[in-house]
């Protein structure tokens, strides 16, 4: 069992914690819960601070439980928020919640037989047994309305947002009482999260200690930013999420290869459960070849991974080194076709009919007249261009301009031609 509090101190995902966790930790092990906002079918990379948190603690020999807000995600969380959430229906958030364990499971260890297995559970399990007067009796009680404002996120939404309904002022009474109820029932005393939820975190201790005299612990981790201010976790398309289908695997892996040197010292200790010396020889290596990206390169390799699997990683590996680097019509065929055109999203494309291409006689018709002088002006242009080694089709090079037309088309549908150096051109066959 290694140390859980010293494991997350040196990779910088130690926040804030309350006194005497340490020593409740040593005695064995313990229980603790982290909880997740089921307001998407998805996580984003922004959850997974705490998905790696939970990880580490259930590396050490501790029971992580995984919680998915059902109740909570029908409120929202105004913590920090400026505007209030739409609420879900409970068949979407039942779907959300579905999608989650399975992203969870990629982590978490939930297999029968461990003892430490993890656990999901869903705070719409018991809240849903509350009427509202049972739980303004039996639990509202407890919590003064002085210390519910006494919070920052609630304070600083009355003072910046735009005013905070009692719904999502009720929030914290509800978290807290997920504490609460894992407490009593599960032997949950630990709840983790980021540094935005401590207050509601401590209103979970404090009504533990109220309703039953008894003793929780809170430990929080670092919300993570980036070296130039900028959001984490968002990109111009928006936020980067752990489904394919919402964020390609390719995609996914150039968001993290893509990381600046000040990020990637911080972001490889977080998001990958790699060593210290392992970390510190690879930084040592970087330092003295920075060019060469090594941190960046292993980031992207350790988290796509560990999100999409092996096979998805040698795809998107294979995809980034067709755009940057060397590569085979090999490698350009073993693209899927959403790869294929995520790679090359924004290249100018020409479309010719079936019956048009297989009636073209050679390279030179191809790539000047019949895709319209998209990728040449005039048959001039590319045979000396063609002649002179500057144009390549599905990554082989021409050099006849009078060659016929055999080539294998890609996904069924395309021909990829460069030109030059930098500029492609994609020629969709339908």
């Known amino acids: 069992m290694n140390n859980f509090i010293e494991e997350l101190r040196w990779r910088g995902m130690l926040q804030d914690m309350t006194p005497e966790i340490v020593e409740h930790l040593n005695k064995g092990m313990s229980s603790a819960y982290l909880g997740f906002d089921p307001t998407a079918d998805s996580l984003h990379i922004g959850h997974l601070v705490g998905v790696m ?48 364990k399975e992203q969870l499971s990629k982590f978490l260890n939930f297999k029968e037989g461990a003892e430490n297995k993890a656990e999901l559970v869903n705070n719409y399990d018991w809240m849903s047994q509350f009427s509202f007067l049972e739980f303004i009796r039996d639990v509202g009680k407890y919590i003064t309305v002085n210390y519910m404002m006494a919070k920052d996120s609630v304070k600083r ?39 935005d939820q401590w207050g509601n975190i401590v209103t979970g201790t404090e009504m ?41 695997p390719y995609a996914f892996f150039q968001f993290w290869l893509n990381v600046s040197d000040d990020d990637a ?14 970390i510190v020889k690879l930084e040592t290596e970087h330092s003295e070849m920075p060019h060469l990206r090594i941190l960046q390169k292993e980031i992207a390799k350790q988290v796509t991974i560990m999100v999409h699997g092996d096979k998805e990683y040698e795809m998107a590996l294979k995809a980034s080194e067709i755009l940057f680097g060397k590569s085979s019509t090999e490698d ?60 390549s089709i599905n990554k082989q090079k021409i050099t006849d301009p009078n060659q016929s037309i055999t080539f294998e088309l890609l996904q069924d549908k395309y021909l990829l031609v460069q030109k030059g150096k930098k500029n492609y051109f994609i020629i969709a066959v339908n």
């Open 332 to 391: 350009l065929a073993a693209l899927d076709e959403r790869t294929f055109l995520q790679v090359f999203e924004g290249v100018p494309q020409a479309e010719i009919s079936k019956n048009e291409y297989g009636a073209i006689a050679n390279v030179i018709d191809l790539l000047s007249e019949k895709t319209d002088a998209i990728i040449f002006t005039s048959k001039g242009e590319a045979r000396k261009m063609i002649q002179g080694g500057g144009v």
């Open 157 to 195: 939404r009355l003072e910046e947002g735009s005013g905070l309904s009692f719904t999502e002022f009720s929030y914290q009474l509800i978290q807290g009482y997920d504490f609460y109820h894992l407490w009593k029932n599960r032997n949950v005393s630990i709840q983790l999260g980021g540094s």
């Open 265 to 278: 010292s911080k972001y490889i200790r977080i998001f990958t459960t790699l060593d210290k010396d392992q």
């Open 53 to 100: 948190t939970l990880l580490h603690f259930q590396r050490a020999g501790h029971k992580p439980f995984a919680l998915v807000g059902g109740a909570t995600g029908m409120i929202g969380d105004p913590s920090f928020k400026s505007a209030e959430r739409n609420l879900l229906d409970k068949p979407t958030l039942d779907q959300n919640v579905a999608c989650i």
């Open 208 to 248: 533990i200690r109220k309703m039953e005299g008894g003793q929780a612990f809170a430990l929080t981790v670092p919300l993570i930013t980036k070296a130039d201010g900028s959001k984490f976790g968002k990109t111009e398309a928006g936020s980067v999420w752990l489904d394919a289908n919402k964020t390609s």
